[in-house]
């Protein structure tokens, strides 16, 4: 009867081993999978939070000297940068899992340009989002430097986009700020 007890008792053990191997095995697959789709979920908000930044930025221009748009922006993952010199607006998500586009190919999604970079030494990405507005004077409301870098947060920023009329090359200044975040 002794025997038979811990012949059982060692069953359950192996079995118990058994599962917990199955189960390990199988978080080892799904896992990344869950963090691509994760990742490509962050990059396709970001797409569409760029889009209505477009919009509002198009808002501003067409409405005239002295419009002002705000856009509410959640950035949970990822950089965020405005850039007056190269007059662009763009978000970078490093080591992302997702493959969004072609490496190394330039892809324009309206006027987002979308590009994926093989990172050296890894198996994962750099997904770069750019909105490019070389026939806008992009500018800062207060003394900032450049490239102005926003956070990621658990709150959402309000971006503030204001059209401030001419400037001497006879382009449209279009100066941001950040309202809270």
């Known amino acids: 009867m002794n025997k038979r007890k811990a012949q059982i008792w060692v069953e359950t053990v192996i ?33 569409n939070s760029l889009k209505a930044i477009d919009s509002r930025i198009d808002s501003v221009v067409s409405g005239g000297n002295g419009n002002v748009r705000i856009v509410e922006f959640r950035m949970k993952k990822g950089e965020f940068y405005v850039d ?22 330039k892809v324009n999604f309206g006027r987002i340009e979308i590009m994926t970079e093989k990172e050296e030494g890894s198996k994962n990405h750099k997904v770069s989002l750019t909105l490019n507005y070389s026939s806008f004077d992009i500018d800062f ?15 959402p920023y309000k971006l503030r986009f204001e059209n401030a009329g001419l400037n001497e090359e006879e382009k449209i200044k279009v100066l941001f700020d950040v309202v809270s975040g």
């Open 141 to 155: 409301s207060s003394e900032e430097e450049n490239p102005w870098k926003i956070f990621e947060s658990t709150t």
């Open 15 to 47: 079995y118990t081993l058994v599962g917990i191997a199955i189960i390990a095995v199988a978080l080892a697959i799904i896992t990344p999978k869950i963090n691509e789709f994760r990742d490509k979920a962050v990059i396709e908000q970001t797409i």
């Open 84 to 105: 007056k010199e190269k007059e662009t607006i763009y978000y970078v998500l490093k080591e992302s899992r997702s493959v969004y586009s072609e490496p190394g190919e």
